[in-house]
């Protein structure tokens, strides 16, 4: 069973022997590695043939493709059309993978050769104050994940180039959210099932969480820009901006304002504040376990400014997705109805089979 190991790359020059380090030292050696620069000017294409060069002993089959201005979605699909293995394993640049990731990533495919798709997991690599608050703020942990509705993020994902072309590849026109459209469109190939992916909680990749508001900020508006560019999680938006426009003038109001409404108010805000950042509190403290009791708290007042600055930044990014939406609507394809033609010819497959 050969498996092809695929990454996009750009501007990863200080992270990118990280990635190739843990690459090779899996206890399940990948037949190939297929990566796409997208064009980095930081010199990461010299570091990786350097590396090449000193260790191709240890990762002997490594092919770069450079393709400049493509995005991650193009980068990952030029990488997988050049991969020959009938199983892609993908991942990002900038993660350092357990040397058990690819192992436990493929085993499904020992036990069931049907096997369509599976999903990994990740965690954060993160270190100081900022940025384990920044994890459990932003990051689920592994008792979050209900496996029946886990979409996987393709830092940590495997399928089989079949599924991949099925799935119409990952779509090009979007640049953010891409890997949940390729998600559902894998999941389309198996209608009769609450998921497609095979879960796989320890095919597990480190990464590191951002590391400043400004950062994380560019990161969340940029999501949901995504989001608005393909029309995704409308509900979960209008109840964001319900919460912010209606909800919280509300509380300040009776907070601010009338002497007996006064304290309902101000009780309401700290409930408020207590649902808002109680999940987040509760990952903290497994993630700041090894915090001094003062950097934990320092953390815990970190919370609520990180969920308030992504919030901001969706709000703002996801208009301007609708927006861009609007005015290529012409252009870009309608990927629901693209699904249906998906689960239309999975099924006509499978009947014949």
Known sequence: MNVSVIATVYNERKSIERLLESLANQTRRPDEVVLCDGGSTDGTVEAIRAFLNRHRDRLPNVRVIEAPGANISRGRNLAIAAAQGPIIAATDAGVRLEPTWLEKLVDPWTREPETLAVAGFFAPDAEGVFQIAMAATVLPLRDDIDPDRFLPSSRSVAFTKEAWARAGGYPEWLDYCEDLLF?????????????????????????????????????????????????????????????????????????FWGFFARPLGWLGLLAGVFLYCRRPWQRLRVLGASLHPMEWMAAAALVPVIRLTGDLAKMTGYPVGLLWRWRHRREIPDWKRDLEKVRRITGSLDKVR
């Open 183 to 255: 998600d559902f469109a894998i999941n389309a190939q198996k209608p009769d099932r609450p998921t497609a992916f095979v879960w796989a909680p320890e095919a597990l990749v480190h990464f590191r969480p951002r590391e400043s508001l400004r950062q994380f900020w560019t990161q969340y508006y940029r999501y949901a820009r995504g989001d608005g560019k393909a029309d995704l999680w409308r509900k979960r938006h209008a109840i964001r901006y319900a919460t912010y426009f209606v909800m919280l003038p509300l509380l300040l109001g009776h907070a």
